[in-house]
């Protein structure tokens, strides 16, 4: 839905991970949508995620009813 967004989370490990936040488009359709490995920011205590090493991957919807 339209305001909506998500936040994907790319661990390597506990203290290395990288995150990114998507916009939800202003529509109803299911879309594709392509996120480049530069646009992912480094957020773990200890570096960012090593992206040849993920070892889980989250994704965090927040959403407008």
């Given at each position: 839905?339209a ?5 994907l ?6 203290t290395?991970?990288?995150t990114v936040?998507i916009?939800?488009p ?5 879309e594709e949508i392509?996120v ?7 957020a773990g205590?200890?570096g960012g995620?090593?992206?040849?090493s ?8 927040t959403?407008v009813?």
């Amino acid at each position: 839905a339209a305001g909506a967004t998500a936040e994907l989370r790319l661990y390597t490990d506990g203290t290395h991970f990288s995150t990114v936040t998507i916009a939800s488009p202003n529509q109803l359709l299911l879309e594709e949508i392509f996120v480049p490995f530069s646009a992912f920011a480094s957020a773990g205590g200890d570096g960012g995620a090593t992206f040849s090493s993920i070892g889980a991957i989250e994704l965090v919807i927040t959403g407008v009813a």
